[in-house]
């Protein structure tokens, strides 16, 4: 079967970043956030009669929270794939500024909930036309009881179109000027792009390219670091006093709060990882050995380990697809025919080319109810780790895509979840595949590189970030000191086990400058090791544990992260005893690839 390498975006409004529909579904959002606004203020919440009209109110609240969905992904989805589509920078801006109204009537609607007394409220989300939506109607009414005044929210809501969101659409402005001239040994000169360049650095087998293209990714984003230091002052220095005229001491506690878990858990999952560390020192200690280094080096990561007459597997995309499907299957046939389907319908932007965005994702369109996903393959079993990665968010959407729009608004802990488990599944699928010695150790490699970043590197991320935020709050930070800030990170969750560090991450990685969810980093590290818990019974299941996990998938939204586990794992995530269960798994793999690679050292 040949698939595309290119996704269709016509498909959701013809015409690229020129499509009328998608000018007048914008449109359409302008009026229904006024009369959203409208409905919310009619409604009269200690009469019963006005259910009905409740009942509009939510329907209304959906469809614009779906429109907004449908055209931001599709925008996004086109500056992704070509990083100077103008007219798309402008149509973001625009959509940008049709929120605060429909912000408004959210506010509006959550305070109004707030008015019902604890008793009233007891009995109004009983009521039949309500249980299904009790957990999120109760957030709302929560977060209501947060709000500042409705002027005030709006007036906040409004600034953040040129302070929060202007500073993260800034980045991408930037790093969208961003190429790195790369000298080939043919001699040729290649002009890659970021994703490119970051493909290159981390994943060919040839050390002395790598080395190259790092030193020339350091330096690339050394140049770009006093606008972007500008930038991530303004854009954390926004959330920080937002944070404060709400009241809010803590800066941890709305990512926490959005992640729908407790500090207990977090900070029981660092400390079961931070205990377990010297593990990770091994692997990469004796990864550099292989490498013919005493110490690992930043770019050598996740380079490929091939020994001996190895010739590492290269796999098409089409042949990437076949194996996701034939291992999918196993588990679960359903999500292997969704899978098939994304396929089919060209919903995948895949190939490698300049003028693309750095990184991956998977995005959703609730209103068609589809899924696009966006990377740059190059046939690494890495690549189609990625690849299977982003199918599993699609297929975590697509088992909710029949749940009221409130039960679909699932956090990014759990997200990484599902995602997670897709490509344990591919990861475990390989290392069967192999025949020799050097094969297995290859691929044992290749899925510790997967722990490595969420042991190793993610937690770097959350110790510059929860530094980072500490510091901002006492005035601007220099470009400098952010990146003396980073490199403390780096050695800190690294153990000191690197030879070289990557001071300039912080201006690299577009987590820092997203605007919407603050710490983008722990919960990747939560999805791992929650994943690994259901990976475990799966395992013992086959495919009889299908059902249970598409009913644990569509409970994601509806519950905190520690019932969730509680119910469909029955285990407690604020204790070290769950964690150190996934960690163990983890330290198996490192023991075997320690045995495995004794020979060659």
Same mark, same amino acid.
Request: charged share 25%.
């Given at each position: 079967?040949?698939?595309?390498?290119?996704? #269709?975006?016509?498909?959701?409004?013809?015409?690229?970043?020129?499509?009328?529909?998608?000018?007048? *579904? !914008?449109?359409?959002?302008?009026?229904? @956030?006024?009369?959203?606004?409208? %409905?919310?203020?009619?409604?009269?919440?200690?009469?019963?009669?006005?259910?009905?009209?409740?009942?509009?109110?939510?329907? %209304?609240?959906?469809?614009?929270?779906?429109?907004?969905?449908? &055209?931001?992904?599709?925008?996004?989805?086109?500056?992704?794939?070509?990083?100077?589509?103008?007219?798309?920078?402008?149509?973001?801006?625009?959509?940008?500024?049709?929120?605060?109204?429909?912000?408004?009537?959210?506010?509006?609607?959550?305070?109004?909930?707030?008015?019902?007394?604890?008793?009233?409220?007891?009995?109004?989300?009983?009521?039949?036309?309500?249980?299904?939506?009790?957990?999120?109607?109760?957030?709302?009414?929560?977060?209501?009881?947060?709000?500042?005044?409705?002027?005030?929210?709006?007036?906040?809501?409004?600034?953040?179109?040129?302070?929060?969101?202007?500073? @993260?659409?800034?980045? #991408?402005?930037?790093?969208?000027?961003?190429?790195?001239? +790369?000298?080939?040994?043919?001699?040729?000169?290649?002009?890659?792009?970021?994703?490119?360049?970051?493909? *290159?650095?981390?994943?060919?087998?040839?050390?002395?390219?790598?080395?190259?293209?790092?030193?020339?990714?350091?330096?690339?984003?050394?140049?770009?670091?006093?606008?972007?230091?500008?930038?991530?002052?303004?854009?954390?220095? +926004?959330?920080?006093?937002?944070?404060?005229?709400?009241?809010?001491?803590?800066?941890?506690?709305?990512?926490?709060?959005?992640? $729908? !878990?407790?500090?207990?858990?977090?900070?029981?999952?660092?400390?079961?990882?931070?205990?377990?560390?010297?593990?990770?020192?091994?692997?990469?200690?004796?990864?550099?050995?292989?490498?013919?280094?005493?110490?690992?080096?930043?770019?050598?990561? #996740?380079?490929?380990?091939?020994?001996?007459?190895?010739?590492?597997?290269?796999?098409?995309?089409?042949?990437?697809?076949?194996?996701?499907?034939?291992?999918?299957?196993?588990?679960?046939?359903?999500?292997?025919?969704?899978?098939?389907?994304?396929?089919?319908?060209?919903?995948?932007?895949?190939?490698?080319?300049?003028?693309?965005?750095?990184?991956?994702? &998977?995005?959703?369109?609730?209103?068609?109810?589809?899924? $696009?996903?966006?990377?740059?393959?190059?046939? @690494?079993?890495?690549?189609?780790?990625?690849?299977?990665?982003?199918?599993?968010?699609?297929?975590?959407?697509?088992?909710?895509?029949?749940?009221?729009?409130?039960? *679909?608004?699932?956090?990014?802990?759990?997200?990484?979840?599902?995602?997670?488990?897709?490509?344990?599944?591919?990861?475990?699928?390989?290392?069967?595949?192999?025949?020799?010695?050097?094969?297995?150790?290859?691929?044992?490699?290749?899925? %510790?590189?997967?722990?490595?970043? !969420?042991?190793?590197?993610?937690?770097?991320?959350?110790?510059?970030?929860?530094? /980072?935020?500490?510091?901002?709050?006492?005035?601007?930070?220099?470009?400098?000191?952010?990146?003396?800030?980073?490199?403390?990170?780096?050695?800190?969750?690294?153990?000191? &086990?690197?030879?070289?560090?990557?001071?300039?991450?912080?201006?690299?990685?577009?987590? /820092?400058?997203?605007?919407?969810?603050? +710490?983008?980093?722990?919960?990747?590290?939560?999805?791992?090791?929650?994943?690994?818990?259901?990976?475990?019974?799966?395992?013992?299941?086959?495919?009889?544990?299908?059902? @249970?996990?598409?009913?644990?998938?569509?409970?994601?939204?509806? !519950?905190?992260?520690?019932?969730?586990?509680?119910?469909?794992?029955?285990?407690?995530?604020?204790?070290?005893?769950?964690?150190?269960?996934?960690?163990?798994?983890?330290?198996?793999?490192?023991?075997?690839?320690?045995?495995?690679?004794?020979?060659?050292?």
């Amino acid at each position: 079967m040949t698939y595309s390498l290119n996704w #269709d975006l016509d498909s959701i409004f013809p015409g690229g970043s020129s499509s009328e529909e998608l000018i007048t *579904r !914008m449109n359409k959002l302008k009026t229904d @956030s006024k009369t959203y606004q409208t %409905l919310v203020r009619e409604w009269d919440i200690g009469n019963p009669k006005t259910n009905q009209l409740f009942k509009e109110i939510l329907k %209304l609240q959906s469809s614009i929270n779906d429109g907004f969905m449908q &055209c931001s992904s599709f925008i996004n989805a086109l500056l992704a794939a070509n990083t100077n589509d103008s007219k798309a920078k402008i149509l973001l801006g625009n959509l940008s500024k049709l929120m605060p109204a429909a912000q408004l009537g959210d506010t509006l609607l959550k305070t109004k909930l707030t008015k019902i007394s604890d008793e009233q409220w007891s009995k109004f989300i009983e009521h039949n036309d309500w249980k299904e939506l009790a957990f999120r109607l109760t957030e709302l009414r929560t977060e209501g009881r947060a709000q500042l005044s409705e002027n005030e929210e709006n007036i906040i809501n409004t600034l953040s179109l040129d302070g929060l969101a202007a500073w @993260s659409a800034h980045y #991408d402005t930037i790093v969208s000027t961003l190429t790195l001239p +790369f000298t080939e040994k043919d001699g040729s000169v290649s002009q890659l792009s970021a994703g490119q360049a970051f493909n *290159r650095m981390t994943s060919d087998p040839d050390a002395e390219i790598r080395q190259t293209l790092f030193d020339l990714w350091e330096a690339a984003w050394t140049e770009k670091s006093p606008l972007l230091a500008d930038t991530l002052n303004h854009l954390d220095g +926004f959330r920080l006093s937002d944070y404060q005229l709400h009241g809010i001491k803590n800066f941890l506690e709305k990512p926490l709060t959005y992640n $729908r !878990m407790k500090e207990d858990t977090l900070n029981a999952m660092w400390q079961v990882i931070s205990e377990n560390k010297q593990h990770m020192v091994d692997y990469l200690t004796r990864k550099a050995q292989l490498f013919g280094k005493e110490k690992m080096d930043w770019q050598d990561q #996740d380079a490929p380990v091939i020994l001996g007459n190895l010739k590492e597997k290269v796999f098409s995309f089409d042949e990437a697809a076949a194996f996701i499907l034939t291992n999918f299957k196993k588990f679960s046939p359903k999500m292997a025919e969704f899978a098939q389907s994304v396929f089919e319908k060209s919903w995948i932007e895949a190939e490698d080319r300049p003028g693309k965005r750095p990184g991956g994702y &998977c995005t959703e369109l609730p209103e068609t109810k589809e899924s $696009r996903i966006f990377m740059t393959y190059g046939g @690494s079993i890495n690549e189609v780790a990625t690849l299977a990665h982003e199918l599993g968010h699609a297929f975590h959407s697509s088992v909710l895509w029949e749940l009221p729009t409130l039960n *679909r608004d699932y956090a990014m802990n759990v997200a990484e979840t599902a995602s997670t488990f897709a490509e344990l599944i591919v990861a475990d699928a390989s290392l069967k595949t192999a025949e020799t010695n050097e094969e297995r150790i290859n691929l044992l490699d290749a899925k %510790l590189q997967n722990t490595n970043a !969420m042991f190793m590197n993610i937690h770097a991320r959350f110790l510059f970030e929860t530094n /980072f935020y500490e510091a901002r709050k006492s005035g601007l930070l220099s470009e400098e000191q952010i990146t003396e800030m980073m490199l403390e990170a780096q050695k800190e969750s690294y153990q000191n &086990c690197l030879d070289n560090y990557h001071p300039h991450f912080w201006a690299s990685k577009l987590h /820092f400058f997203i605007d919407d969810i603050p +710490f983008y980093n722990f919960p990747y590290t939560f999805g791992y090791l929650f994943s690994q818990g259901i990976y475990a019974t799966a395992q013992k299941s086959g495919t009889d544990f299908e059902d @249970s996990y598409i009913d644990l998938l569509r409970d994601t939204a509806s !519950m905190t992260s520690e019932d969730l586990a509680e119910k469909h794992l029955n285990v407690d995530l604020t204790k070290p005893e769950f964690w150190k269960a996934g960690v163990d798994l983890v330290n198996a793999d490192i023991k075997e690839f320690l045995e495995l690679t004794e020979p060659y050292v």
